[in-house]
Structure formats: structure tokens, C-alpha cells
């Protein structure tokens, strides 16, 4: 089983930037689709950017495509969401999740295998 804790989370101004960091312990999240989803209160879980095993391959939302980027380090056991010019509608929880199946299976159905307790990011106008 593996553990997964974000860090990073606060308060920013728009246009600002910051960095979220999802630390994974317990085994290797090296041969794992690693991916940050978004909550907040009242709405769904939406789905923020995905990175596949080797990093080859990243995936991103729509809103947050050109701003955000998605990252890995295999031999930290850690994934990062960097957040540019970041906007009020981005505040939300953040919270990183992994899957041992392929990242194009399981952003499809959203049902990844771990997950974070979550970050707060709240985002000033």
C-alpha cells in the first residue's frame, strides 16, 4: 500500500506561482500513473494533469492546459504540480493520486488506486 502526502498548498495571488509536491512512501511510484485532481466544496472531483511511469507522457484539463505542468523525480518517489499564473477559479483542494494500470485507462474512469489527504491552494484576485 502506498502513502501519499501534498505539500505545498497556501495562499497566492493570481498570477503568482506555485508548487505542489505529492511525497509517496511505502513502495515505488515508479511503475505508476501518478496524476492531481481538484476538489471544491459542493462540486465533483475534477480531474487537473496526469504523468505516465516514465514521464514521457503528460495529460492535462483544459483549464489548466499552457499554465500548469506536471512532473515526476522516480528516485525522490515524488510527483509536483507546478502552478503558473494560477486564477481564482483554481482554488480548490489538490490532492495527487496513483495507479499501477496505464495513465490513458484510469484518467478515463478517474478510479485511481491511492490517494492524498489534499492541499489547500487558494488563489487572490
Known amino acids: 500500500q502506498v502513502q501519499l502526502v501534498e505539500s505545498g498548498g497556501g495562499l497566492v495571488q493570481a498570477g503568482d506561482s506555485l508548487r505542489l509536491s505529492c511525497a509517496a512512501s511505502?513502495?515505488?511510484?515508479?511503475?505508476?500513473?501518478m496524476a492531481w485532481f481538484r476538489q471544491v466544496p459542493g462540486k465533483g472531483r475534477e480531474f487537473v494533469a496526469a504523468?505516465?511511469?516514465?514521464?514521457?507522457?503528460?495529460y492535462y484539463a483544459a483549464p489548466v492546459k499552457g499554465r500548469f505542468t506536471i512532473s515526476r523525480d522516480n528516485a525522490k518517489n515524488t510527483a509536483y504540480l507546478q502552478m503558473n499564473n494560477p486564477k481564482p477559479e483554481d482554488t480548490a483542494v489538490y490532492s495527487c493520486?496513483?495507479?499501477?494500470?496505464?495513465?490513458?485507462?484510469?484518467?478515463?474512469?478517474?478510479?485511481?488506486?491511492?490517494w492524498g489527504q489534499g492541499t489547500q491552494v487558494t488563489v487572490s484576485s
Open positions: 493520486a496513483v495507479d499501477l494500470r496505464d495513465c490513458v485507462v484510469v484518467i478515463t474512469t478517474g478510479q485511481f488506486g491511492s
Open positions: 504523468i505516465s511511469r516514465t514521464g514521457s507522457s503528460t
Open positions: 511505502g513502495r515505488t511510484i515508479s511503475n505508476s500513473c
